[in-house]
Structures are given as structure tokens and as C-alpha cells.
């Protein structure tokens, strides 16, 4: 399955963006989905994990409460709706597919495609 994530940007602190992330050329519904980041000098990290159903979710302690991972089965499409948006957000968005479970995916495991990055950028 091919990956492209959208959606990215500048924004001030405390704002919100909202990145799609469509498949192509694969079963959507076989992946489970996440979405990891990768901010200048660090090692990227997972943001959010979200299961085939849609119906089990997980997020790193530093997003939790404030962006939300969903998924259309329908559309083919992930998305992270991050809210409350913080200067340390600033970093390079990547979604993936992966055909194990969402624990694993966290885990950076089990991913068979990611996507191209799109940039965040949370201006102070």
C-alpha cells in the first residue's frame, strides 16, 4: 500500500491542524495506522496507533488528550486532529501501515509502508 499524508503547516500555540493520510493500492482495512514524527536532532517517535476496526487507539503520553487518531474505511484515510497545538509539536508527520497491532506499531514494528512527511510547524 502506498502512502500520502497532507496537511500540514504553521500554526500559532494553541491552535489546531488536522493531517489526512490516503492509501493507495492496498486493502485499507487489512492495516492498522499510525502516525509518527520526527522533530531536527531527535529519533522519530510514535504519535498514535489506531486499530483495523477504528475501535482501539493509542497515543503517546505527550499527545494524549489533545490530538485524536480516526480512520474511514470508506475513503481509505487516516487522520490526526491535533488540538491544543505546542511549540515542541514542531516536527515532520509520517503515517504508516503496518499488519500487526497497534502496541507493535507504538513499537515502530510490523510497518510495511510509510508515508512521505509533511511538516508542523507550532510558532510560539
Do not use: H
Request: proline share 2%; glycine share 14%.
Amino acid at each position: 500500500v502506498q502512502l500520502q499524508a497532507s496537511g500540514g503547516g504553521l500554526v500559532q500555540a494553541g491552535g489546531s491542524l488536522r493531517l489526512s493520510c490516503a492509501a493507495y493500492g492496498g486493502t485499507f482495512s487489512y492495516y492498522v495506522m499510525g502516525w509518527f514524527r520526527q522533530a531536527p536532532g531527535k529519533e522519530r517517535e510514535s504519535v498514535a496507533a489506531i486499530s483495523r476496526s477504528g475501535g482501539s487507539f493509542c497515543y503517546a503520553d505527550s499527545v494524549a488528550g489533545r490530538f485524536t487518531i480516526s480512520r474511514d474505511n470508506a475513503k481509505d484515510t487516516v487522520y490526526l486532529q491535533m488540538n491544543s497545538l505546542k511549540p515542541e509539536d514542531t516536527a515532520v508527520y509520517y503515517c504508516a501501515a503496518g499488519s500487526d497491532t497497534i502496541v507493535r506499531m507504538t513499537a515502530g514494528d510490523g510497518i510495511d509502508s510509510w508515508g512521505k512527511g509533511t511538516q508542523v510547524t507550532v510558532s510560539s
